[in-house]
Antibody
Framework: EVQLVESGGGLAQPGESLRISCAASGFTFSDHYMDWVRQAPGKGLEWVGRSRDKANRYTTEYAASVKGRFSVSRDDSKNSVYLQMNSLKTEDTAVYYC??????????????WGQGILVTVAS | DIQMTQSPSSLSASVGDRVTITCRASQGVGEGLAWFQQKPGKAPKTLIYDVSSLYSGVPSKFSGSGAGTDFTLTISNLQPEDFATYYCQQYYAYPLTFGGGTKVEIK
């Protein structure tokens, strides 16, 4: 069974840093792209960033709202992907989902999604 | 960035109804369009990818269609478990972007 378990969330003050992790199991982690998607309380989904696989040199992509502040990294030996969040802002408060991307059709399809972890940025 | 606009933002329907949700992109997205279902307090689930392909395990009551900038998700024979919020996402270009969501409620 594919499982994605996020950890490391919690409360941070504006300007601080936080790293959240996602531990994957049940599939060959190194073969997959991994995404982070967030959802502010009561709001819709916002794609945050992507880590491609080793075959694509672990390159990354980011949303404009987090580019330069957040970075996605991974450790295939630990079947884990990370989201390093720096210079946090109150508007970064959200549930953060780790998502596996499956190569299907013309591109990569996100599925499944982790259960999500809450990051709260407040003073 | 490609903007995705969903309509309506919410709708009320009865069990057994057929409902259609629309997603419009600010520019063409080819076939890079997916649909997701999210229930309260739960993570989203993938329903449709590449505009009209049904994801594994998703019942055929869900169908997607469209081309260019205009896309639709249709749910047939609405059942209690289908009442949820639905999102479209384009993956034609980075940054990937979602629509604002459509909440399907029980009438």
């Amino acid at each position: 069974e594919v499982q994605l378990v996020e950890s490391g969330g919690g409360l941070a003050q504006p300007g601080e840093s936080l790293r959240i992790s996602c531990a994957a199991s049940g599939f060959t982690f190194s073969d997959h792209y991994m995404d982070w998607v967030r959802q502010a309380p009561g709001k819709g989904l916002e794609w945050v960033g992507r880590s491609r696989d080793k075959a694509n040199r672990y390159t990354t992509e980011y949303a404009a709202s987090v580019k330069g502040r957040f970075s996605v990294s991974r450790d295939d030996s630990k079947n884990s992907v990370y989201l390093q969040m720096n210079s946090l802002k109150t508007e970064d408060t959200a549930v953060y989902y780790c998502v596996r991307c499956v190569r299907l059709g013309i591109d990569y399809v996100p599925d499944p999604w982790g259960q999500g972890i809450l990051v709260t940025v407040a003073s | 960035d490609i903007q995705m606009t969903q309509s309506p933002s919410s709708l009320s329907a009865s069990v057994g109804d057929r409902v259609t949700i629309t997603c419009r992109a600010s520019q063409g997205v080819g076939e890079g369009l997916a649909w997701f279902q999210q229930k309260p307090g739960k993570a989203p689930k993938t329903l449709i990818y590449d505009v009209s392909s049904l994801y594994s395990g998703v019942p055929s009551k869900f169908s997607g269609s469209g081309a260019g900038t205009d896309f639709t998700l249709t749910i047939s024979n609405l059942q209690p478990e289908d009442f949820a919020t639905y999102y479209c996402q384009q993956y034609y270009a980075y940054p990937l972007t979602f629509g604002g969501g459509t909440k399907v409620e029980i009438k």
